[in-house]
């Protein structure tokens, strides 16, 4: 059974900074981070290869958040500055069975239960 688990939500002020952790049993996988606001559909955030070589992020989160993981560890980190009132939503990390970059929710396997951010203006 796979299983994620998510940390590092919490309440910020505007412009302030958090960092999301992602542990992942079982095997290796490429992981994602979407987030969930009241009202609005589940979007993607970013993605990350297994190797950690490849990123990819939404336009909205562009040169405010990095996400990384240390290769072929189990762990993958979410580093958001610059945080805005409109980031305020429910973060899920997400892993999927083969390699590489989606920014698809049905192309995720498995979810963690999320973390909420809330910032505040």
């Known amino acids: 059974q796979v299983q994620l688990v998510e940390s590092g939500g919490g309440s910020v002020q505007a412009g302030g900074s958090l960092r999301l952790s992602c542990t992942i049993s079982?095997?290796?996988?490429?992981l994602g981070w979407f987030r969930h606001a009241p009202g609005k559909e589940r979007e993607f955030v970013a993605a990350?290869?297994?190797?950690?070589?490849?990123?990819s992020y939404a336009d909205s989160v562009k040169g405010r958040f990095t996400i990384s993981r240390e290769f072929g560890k189990r762990t993958a980190y979410l580093q958001m500055n610059s945080l805005k009132a409109e980031d305020t939503a429910v973060y899920y990390c997400a892993a999927k069975l083969s390699d590489g970059i989606d920014t698809k929710l049905e192309d995720y396997n498995y979810w963690g239960q999320g973390t909420q951010v809330t910032v505040s203006s």
């Open positions: 079982g095997r290796k996988y490429a």
């Open positions: 990350i290869s297994w190797s950690g070589t490849i990123t």
